[in-house]
């Protein structure tokens, strides 16, 4: 059932906005006063109350961001939301009555929902996406560059009556823990009840956020609109949003805003977590000295006891999520999960480099999650989950391409259609699982540790059939920070290019989420050295699980066994294994890679640990064209790197 806005809807709402136009608005308190059914349309009937204060904050800066954007974006209501249960059941409540949301099975999956986006409002939008710096030199060659004045100017005519007949959603939300030094804060305004339910799971999120914000604090407004006004009389689609070529995901890393039209799904909407926790997080990281990465992190315990905290940065289809919640297949060791995406990384005061998670919750890609690749997800999603875009079975339950074989005879796929074992996937590709992460069995109790936790050592990653190892540990930190810089990933046939195979570079995995320009990201990375002694500084290594044979088959079984890996990369931060000084890195001992109990051949083995100077010669010509891009400011340790290892390559 589709909502329908009727001519005579809520006519308080013109008084509404003149008053919201007045900064002194903050008294008024509004109310959902019911449904009626109106010839098989919901007829949503609000009463707007003046008089009774809205005491929740006394911000300036706060209201006076909620009120600008009220006049400009002139919803029907607005709502400052307390992040409560009963606020989620409500929100959920009025999804379900709209016909925008399914309640599963209850039995099955007790409190999830599932959401069916657009079909062109799918994914993260990159083309769409803006960095509004000053200059486009501070942008530099991985973003889009706009003007901020122009930008702000299109955007403007954009969001004006933009949440016409919606309600405002006032979030106030906290990356980090509340009584972390490091938490930030941020206002999202948003027209999307999705949005609010997912922010809910995603960040810290309500009453106690707004009070936690004193008047002197800051907070990085993060405007949201799906850009889908609804006149009087006009029908209200199930996932409203505005065509491709009217999106804009947007980031103005001066004033530290962010501006979002036009798509409600994931990193376009949720604007916590790649637009706040990475890319304008990025830029304050830059100015403030610490980093904003894409990192998993994650808790290591040996058999002695020992632990040991990693994090890791994987370009996508990697398995990142696999890694952060890993099951051990080694007895004695034992990882446990602190985050699966974001980490924020400061010196302590003791030398050491600490990572803290800002979120609350995964976003998780659902297709290829399972009982084999992904165990721990399994219970993490059993219940409190949000899903959008997988597909519905006769059960009330949920499926995903990966999750059984043979996959159920009948199914409603991700756009609504029967499903019978047809040719298209019955998930979207891109189609995801949200939920606090205290829902993970795997959470290592001292994830909110308030300054973070202590690592030893940071994994890039890649999907590389040849070329890289194993595993390989960095010369030193320049040369861990050139392991980030050309690290890249290749594409796989899942992938919606046609560029199957190739080799895409993707420094830090941060190539979408660098704020601003990558040289300079590069000398920040290269200048966490001279805030601390080097040898407190993690050790940098290199992974890839994904090397094939000349039959193309993986050689390394990967998933659970990768603690093997780990378990080397541990033993060399506790100094207890030596490592083969070889032109690309440090590399184990065959005697030092425990591959007890799997079926590899010597061959094998030795071929996971090679260095093939003929590869790596082309690797490093592949690596002068790349970088290239950068032009000058590409700092010169990281030219020195490439030109001292193409030396050690022809030794
Ligand atoms: O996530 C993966 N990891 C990391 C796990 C902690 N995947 C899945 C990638 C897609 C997101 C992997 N795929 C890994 C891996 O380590 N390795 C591979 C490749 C591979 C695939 C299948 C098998 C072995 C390796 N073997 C069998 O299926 C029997
Ligand atoms: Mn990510």
Request: charged share 45%.
């Given at each position: 059932m589709n909502s329908l806005i009727l001519p005579n809807f809520s006519p308080k709402c013109k008084s509404y906005v003149s008053i919201a136009k007045d900064v002194s608005w903050r008294g008024l308190h509004t109310k959902r006063k019911g449904f009626q059914k109106h010839n098989g349309y919901v007829k949503i009937v609000f009463v707007t109350t003046k008089g009774e204060m809205n005491r929740m904050t006394t911000h300036q800066g706060i209201l006076d961001f909620v009120s600008e954007a009220t006049a400009l974006l002139q919803p029907t209501h607005v709502h400052w939301c307390d992040g409560s249960e009963k606020e989620a059941e409500t929100l959920i409540d009025l999804l379900i009555q709209e016909g925008k949301a399914i309640r599963l099975n209850p039995t099955l999956r007790p409190n999830s929902f599932l959401f069916r986006s657009d079909p062109s409002d799918v994914a993260r939008v990159e083309n769409r996406t803006f960095i509004a710096s000053k200059t486009k030199r501070d942008a530099g060659p991985t973003n889009n560059w706009m003007d901020p004045k122009e930008l702000k100017a299109t955007m403007t005519s954009l969001y004006r009556g933009s949440m016409k007949g919606r309600t405002l959603y006032v979030i106030p939300f906290a990356m980090g823990p509340l009584r972390s030094p490091f938490v930030k804060y941020g206002i999202q305004l948003t027209d999307s009840p999705y949005v609010v339910l997912n922010m809910r799971y995603m960040t810290r999120m309500g009453f106690e956020v707004i009070q936690a914000i004193q008047p002197h604090m800051s907070f990085v407004p993060c405007l949201h609109s799906s850009g889908y006004p609804l006149e009087v009389g006009q029908m209200d689609p199930s996932w409203p949003c505005a065509p491709i070529d009217q999106k804009y995901i947007t980031h103005f890393p001066e004033e530290r805003l962010i501006w979002s039209y036009g798509s409600g799904y994931g990193g376009n909407a949720l604007l916590g977590k790649k637009c706040f926790s990475l890319r304008i997080a990025s830029v304050l990281a830059r100015d403030e000295g610490w980093l904003a990465e894409h990192m998993l992190i994650i808790k290591i315990t040996n058999p002695e006891g020992k632990v040991k905290y990693f994090t890791g940065a994987f370009p996508s289809a990697c398995g990142k999520t696999n890694l952060a919640m890993l099951i051990s297949t080694l007895p004695g060791w034992k990882v446990e999960t602190l985050g699966d995406d974001i980490a924020w990384l400061r010196i302590g005061k003791d030398g050491r480099l600490y990572a803290m998670n800002p979120e609350f919750g995964f976003f998780g890609v659902a297709p290829g999650t399972s009982e084999k690749t992904t165990p721990i997800a399994m219970p993490t999603s059993s219940k409190d989950t949000i899903f959008t875009n997988v597909a519905l079975t006769d059960g009330g339950d949920v499926w995903w391409e990966g999750l059984t074989k043979p996959a159920p005879s009948h199914l409603v796929d991700w756009k609504g259609q029967d499903w019978k074992n047809s040719p298209t996937p019955a998930a979207h590709p891109n189609s995801r699982f949200t939920v606090k992460i205290s829902q993970c069995p795997a959470l290592a109790s001292e994830w909110e540790s308030p300054e973070g936790v202590p690592i030893s050592g940071i994994l890039f990653g890649g999907r590389r059939s040849d070329t890289i190892p194993l595993v390989m540990e960095s010369h030193s930190w320049q040369h861990g920070v050139f392991f980030g810089s050309i690290m890249a990933s290749e594409i796989t046939a899942a992938q919606i290019t046609n560029d199957y195979g190739k080799v895409r570079r993707d420094p830090f995995a941060m190539l979408p989420f660098i704020g601003y320009h990558a040289g300079d990201y590069f000398a920040h990375w290269l200048s966490m050295e001279r805030h601390t002694e080097a040898a407190l500084l993690p050790k940098i290594f290199m992974v890839n699980w994904f090397q094939k044979d000349e039959n193309n088959q993986y050689i390394w079984p990967g998933f659970g066994e990768n603690i093997r890996v780990i378990k080397w990369i541990f033993e060399r931060c506790d100094g207890q294994v030596s490592a083969r000084d070889e032109a690309i890195g440090y590399l184990p001992y065959q005697k030092d890679l425990d591959t007890s109990h799997l079926s590899l051949t010597n061959h094998q083995i030795t071929r996971l640990l090679d260095v093939n100077p003929i590869i790596w010669r082309k690797e490093v010509d592949s690596i002068e064209t790349y970088y290239?891009?950068?032009?000058?400011?590409?700092p010169n340790e990281l030219l020195q790197e490439l030109s001292d290892l193409k030396a050690r390559l022809l030794k």
């Open positions: 290239q891009m950068f032009e000058e400011e590409l």
